[in-house]
């Protein structure tokens, strides 16, 4: 089956100018608001898997375990970016779309999907307040490092009506703060006993910084490359 792009028109997209916060409202759950415009991701999508943080090496064998996935249903990632996370899912389910405003982005996502022969993917461009968009109904739902860029409780509300039965919508997240406390204390640099009384101090500074960072207390950690050193011996 061939690829297919389905574009549709997107509101109140403001090419050239700043994005904006709008203000901080109740209905948000006390977070701030963005408003999507063409200035958000614009040029970054060819950079942008080479250059963010990866996800697990686990994480389809993750989903198709929680989910019980058996290669039936359709998947929708919202906000899907380049579609790393679509790709790498699509083997799970007959048909993946992936769902996001930038035509950038989106144009990454097939061109990817293509390169690696994955042919069940349809690569839709829309905002996900814009659902549901006569898309149809989902086994899952996925939002990977991008529900916090959307009007939250409309989209809940909009994907809450696009699931199959038992189907599921999945956030994607970072670390927790335990997560980051846990591992700054496996660092020898940063072991426990070389705080001596004061590691509870330096702990619950730890934990307020990151509070400080991040309400919501997800967080991105950078991960090291790693550099094969290969040795051999020199000829005799
Ligand atoms: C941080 S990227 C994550 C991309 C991808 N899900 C991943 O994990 O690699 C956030 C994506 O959300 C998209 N986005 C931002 N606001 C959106 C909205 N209102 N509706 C749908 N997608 C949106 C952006 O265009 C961007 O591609």
Redesign the pocket.
Known sequence: MPLASQSTGIPGGVAGQPRYIRAVSQAAGGWET?S?DES??AGA?RY??QG?LP?APGLAEAFCRSLALDGRGRLL??????????LRLAPLFEAVVG????AG?LAEAASAAAARGIANTTWVR????DLPAGLGRFRAV?????FH???RPR?AAAVATMLDDGGAVVQ?LELTADDIVAKVFSLSSTAPHLFGDRQQDYERDLREILARACAPGRFSVRLPDNILRIWRLAPT
């Open positions: 963005w999507w958000l991701f999508a942008y898997e963010r996800y990632d919202v906000g899907c970016g380049p579609g790393i996370v679509a769902l996001d405003p930038d982005m829309l905002r996900a307040e996925t939002f990977a490092a991008s860029w959307m009007d989209v994607v």
